[in-house]
């Protein structure tokens, strides 16, 4: 009766000896055969065992013989026979069923069988029914159930039609799996737009309703960001105004009377009682982003495997969840950057119109003083104004370059495309850096054969892209040469500028064309640029619906590749430009005096030997105009060469730059130190990374002097003649001391650097403790107690709750006091520096005490790092006595008086 994969049907033929007797009908050791044999089968309409027919007796045989699930009614009233596999199928109704009547026994079930059982009994026609749905209530409740089923006619002795056989199989996990998994994909399909998470659970909650039997009703919930309340977001099979719209916890979610909705449910519509509610994840120690409300089938178990499909329904729903919200929230980075470069853009635009009018202001009056045939004008003085006007120049084409890339940006510039002779434009702005070239010891090849038609380009554009390129490949080129090829390919005019330099590191490929990108560590002639060319290159290229490409290996050079279509012009005429010779000019700037780094050692001057080393030639040139009144200056261009100056003649102080290529400061200050020869050098540090770790880094190395750019000539002289007399006082203590206050006087602080003793950002001062904090420490008097010092200090103060940048301040002031206790106390009665602190109530007292004398020192000396801190934070008195000095950094309470 039930469903079956299998059509079998049994002839049976009585024997000669009449068939099997009673006791052999029912052998064979099945449970159903025992429970049969035991059955009273008289009282059923086959009548006792011994008046089967021998037919009869053959198909009850045959049916318990089979493991396939099987069942054989006999007679006009449907009295059944079946064995232990369909025994499972019937569940409860067994064993009760044996010798009942099957309408009885599957009476809810009938409709869907009664016309194939009586078309296999009265048609003689077999029948083979897939995945037949019958309602059963095997297990105590209306249960859906699907069956493949075969029914065959069951003949008697005669050959008439005595019954019905049929082999059945239930499907019914099968055919619910295939369904469920088909509406998990119709809900990743559904979710997978990424779009509005209202709108996607909508869509969400479409799909569900393509499933009723599955989920009869569900709603989706989704947390709000201002109170973290659920909030319904979207339902389906139940109207929107029956489930709660908002809900502080799943839980009030499960407290709803599912059964009081009026929801049917189910493929016999039976009336949906019972709801889950499924937290949507967001992830891994995460909240979850809401809740799915589902309603339950009322016609399948809630067993683990339905339990199993709600939660992959709800990880779906969560999947999709987050995702839209991580794809709004990317939607509204990607806008807000949006909104921040166009902010950016506009500022570079606003800023670049403003310089434009001080440069004009400054430029032209130089320019006009330079060329006026009638001024007498000293020659220190038109060397100074052509150093600015050269200088002011490189600004104005930086300024200019900003308003371009800008003015691209915003759409505002177009290329005006003109009928050109591109191969021999193209070879004259290569010449244009033939010098610079030369001059840097390279070779500049030019291959620019004539093209086969004119190409139609903008002249301007295309003479930025040349020159960028050009002056790019002389700037990291140091050996070997540059090649400039152009060619046709197809309807394409190719550009190549190759050449034998550094390389680029492959990591650095991705972003060379981006703005303001510079390759990190990179060694070049120089290292001024904006980082701008590049990508101006790649802007103006696109703007000819051209490409540019890089390839490159590090240390054996790179070739960029410009590729643009011959076109079409768009004017007769190209617009103005500027003459080769100022473009040129403006585009090398580590070429403007390369003589100043073979500068001969001369007799040392009134104050000694100083070597300046710089890669800018400009600011060489400005040292040595600066310095050479009072000073005997040499120069070098980088690191490597300033050692081989400094292993000739040893100077009397070093003034370096930070960021040079090659060698750069740091590398050369190391290098002086490891050297026993020059490891007594003083060195002075110049440089332009203000606010960095620049400063820490280099007093860390033992850098006697830091001076950020720009400076004044002023304090650099003092802080060089500083220096020097330090470094001589310490290899010369008899020389004389020279008359001065004992405490240093004020001087422009170094920039806060973020290193071991700056402030963090982030930091929060520690609870304040409770009475005052005191502390008495005695350091040696040497270098090496300050780093001790400043870390025991660092400690206290911090455990007594003063705020980072107040610990900073009075750090800086109290090691600068020390140090100086330990530099400029003379003949100590103790080799010790005593330090004792007292922290109450928000004020600070810091008393520094060496035990000697301090020698006098010049104004020089009095501008020493440390000192403006002193008293621009604090109040500072110093003490002498016979006994030693002492310094009172006095700190009162903030808002305290």
């Not at 009282?43 to 007796?57: F, M, N, Y």
């Not at 389906?236 to 709660?244: F, H, I, Q, S």
């Not at 390759?519 to 002639?525: F, G, Q, Y």
Request: charged share 20%.
């Amino acid at each position: 009766m039930l469903a079956g994969r299998v059509v079998l049907e049994v002839p049976v033929a009585p024997d000669a000896a009449g068939g099997p007797d009673g006791d052999d009908v029912f052998a064979g050791g099945s449970e159903n055969g025992r429970l049969m044999a035991a059955f009273d089968w008289s009282t059923t309409p086959v009548g006792p065992v011994g008046s089967w027919p021998a037919s009869l007796r053959y198909a009850v045989r045959t049916v318990l013989a089979s493991r396939f699930p099987m069942i054989l009614t006999w007679g006009p009233q449907y009295t059944q026979f079946y064995n232990d596999a369909y025994a499972t199928l019937i569940g409860a109704k067994h064993p009760g069923a044996i010798g009942d009547d099957l309408r009885v026994t599957l009476a809810e079930g009938w409709a869907a069988l009664e016309e194939p059982v009586e078309r296999a009994m009265a048609v003689r026609e077999a029948s083979w029914i897939p995945q037949l749905l019958l309602l059963l209530e095997r297990a105590g409740y209306r249960e859906e159930t699907y069956f493949t089923v075969s029914h065959a006619p069951a003949f008697g002795d005669a050959g008439e039609v005595a019954g019905m056989h049929a082999v059945c199989t239930e499907v019914t996990r099968q055919v619910v799996a295939e369904r469920r998994q088909r509406l998990l994909h119709e809900v990743s399909t559904a979710a997978g737009r990424r779009e509005d998470e209202h709108d996607l659970a909508e869509q969400v909650c479409r799909a569900l309703a393509s499933d009723p039997l599955d989920v009869p009703l569900a709603a989706v919930y989704l947390t709000a960001d201002d109170d973290g309340r659920l909030r319904q977001a979207a339902t389906v099979g139940v109207p929107a105004e029956r489930l709660p719209g908002t809900a502080a916890t799943a839980e009030e979610l499960r407290a709803v009377p599912v059964a009081g909705l009026g929801v049917a449910g189910g493929p016999f519509g039976d009336a949906v009682t019972e709801a889950v509610v499924l937290p949507l994840s967001g992830g891994a120690g995460r909240e979850p982003v809401g809740a799915l409300v589902v309603g339950v089938s009322p016609n399948r178990a809630l067993d683990e495997e339905h339990r199993t499909f709600h939660e992959l329904l709800a990880a779906q729903v969560a999947g999709a969840v987050v995702d839209a919200r991580a794809y709004a929230a990317e939607r509204a980075r990607a806008e807000a950057l949006a909104e921040l470069d166009r902010a950016k853009t506009t500022f570079f635009s606003d800023v670049s119109h403003e310089l434009r009018t001080p440069l004009t202001l400054l430029l032209a009056p130089i320019a006009d003083a330079l060329a006026d045939p009638g001024g007498q004008l000293p020659p220190a003085v038109r060397d100074q104004l052509t150093l600015a006007l050269r200088n002011g120049t490189r600004l104005k084409r930086l300024v200019d370059d900003l308003l371009e890339f800008v003015s691209i940006e915003s759409g505002r510039t177009s290329a005006v495309r003109v009928e050109t002779d591109l191969a021999a434009a193209t070879a004259e702005l290569a010449g244009v850096l033939r010098a610079a070239a030369e001059r840097a010891g390279l070779t500049l090849a030019v291959d620019c054969p004539p093209l086969p038609r004119p190409a139609a380009v903008d002249p301007r554009m295309w003479e930025k892209v040349v020159l960028n390129l050009v002056a790019n490949a002389v700037k990291y080129t140091f050996v070997g040469g540059i090649t400039v090829s152009l060619r046709a390919e197809d309807d394409a005019v190719v550009l190549c500028v190759s050449d034998t330099g550094v390389g680029i590191p492959a990591g650095e490929l991705p972003a060379l064309f981006e703005r303001f990108h510079r390759v990190t560590d990179s060694p070049a002639r120089s290292r001024e640029g904006t980082g701008l060319g590049l990508a101006l290159v790649r802007e103006l290229v696109g703007l000819h619906g051209g490409t540019v490409e890089v390839a490159s290996e590090p240390g054996v050079g790179s070739t960029f590749t410009v590729r643009v279509p011959f076109g079409e012009p768009d004017a007769a005429a190209p617009p103005p430009s500027a003459p080769p010779a100022v473009r040129g000019a403006a585009l090398t700037p580590w070429d403007d005096d390369l003589g100043w780094s073979a500068r001969p050692v001369e007799p040392a001057g009134p104050l000694g030997a100083v070597l300046v080393v710089d890669d800018n030639a400009d600011m060489r040139a400005y040292l040595v105009r600066l310095l050479s009144p009072s000073w005997t200056v040499r120069t070098a261009a980088d690191g490597e060469s300033a050692l081989l100056d400094a292993a000739r003649s040893r100077p009397d102080v070093v003034l370096t730059d930070v960021m040079m290529p090659g060698l750069d400061g740091f590398g050369l200050l190391r290098a002086l130190r490891a050297d026993p020869a020059t490891r007594g050098v003083p060195v002075v540090m110049l440089t332009a990374r203000a606010g960095q770790e620049a400063a820490v880094e280099g007093f860390d190395a033992g850098v006697d002097d830091y001076l950020a750019k720009p400076f004044e000539s002023a304090e650099l002289l003092g802080r060089l003649r500083s220096v020097l007399e330090r470094s001589r006082g310490r290899r010369e203590p008899g020389v004389p001391p020279r008359a001065s206050a004992p405490p240093s006087s004020p001087a422009p602080p170094p920039p806060r650097p973020r290193g071991a003793d700056a402030p963090a950002p982030s930091a929060r001062p520690a609870p304040a403790a409770s009475g005052p904090v005191t502390a008495a420490w005695r350091f040696p008097s040497t270098p090496a107690a300050i780093p001790p010092l400043r870390r025991r200090l660092r400690a206290l103060l911090t455990g007594a709750g003063l705020p980072e940048d107040r610990v900073y301040d009075l750090l800086l002031a109290t090691c600068e006091a020390a140090t100086n206790a330990v530099e400029h106390a003379l003949d100590p009665a103790e080799p010790v520096v005593d330090v004792r602190v007292t922290v109450d109530d928000g004020a600070v007292e810091i008393a520094v005490h060496d035990h000697g004398q301090w020698r006098q020192r010049t104004s020089s000396m009095d501008r020493g790092r440390g000192s403006m801190l002193m008293s621009a934070f604090a109040d500072v008195a110093a003490t002498p006595s016979p006994s030693g000095t002492t310094v009172v950094i006095r700190s009162p309470r903030p808002g305290g008086g």
